[in-house]
């Protein structure tokens, strides 16, 4: 399964972007699949993510701002981002997981201006 990630760019602060990951096969109900981010000199973390039971986890610092969804039909997951804020800047990653597979997608830079 390969992850074909687009929609980041240069936003103001305030502003918003979705960020969308397409699976190059079927994603199925109990996939962990999220997004997580890198800033430089930063370690990754979690931002967002569907897990194996279909719950969702966000990190604190994104609660009420950004919102993860997934389209089955499209084999698709987004991430809108909204009330962006400088310190979400990053390269944004989307992962996939399951038993025997851990799938990556290409970062997607998000720069968020002040």
């Known amino acids: 399964v390969q992850l074909q990630v687009s929609g980041g760019g240069l936003v103001q602060a305030g502003g918003s972007l979705r960020l969308s990951c397409a699976a190059s096969g079927r994603i199925f109900s109990d996939d962990v699949m999220g997004w997580y981010r890198q800033a430089p000199g930063k370690k990754r973390e979690l931002v967002a993510a569907f897990t194996s039971g279909g719950t969702t986890n966000y990190a604190d610092s994104v609660k009420g701002r950004f919102t993860i969804s997934k389209d089955n039909a499209k084999n698709t997951v987004y991430l809108q981002m909204n009330s962006l804020k400088p310190e979400d800047t990053a390269v944004y990653l989307c992962?996939?997981?399951?038993?025997?597979?851990?799938?990556w997608g290409q970062g997607t830079q998000v720069t968020v201006s002040s």
């Open positions: 992962y996939l997981g399951r038993w025997g597979l851990d799938a």
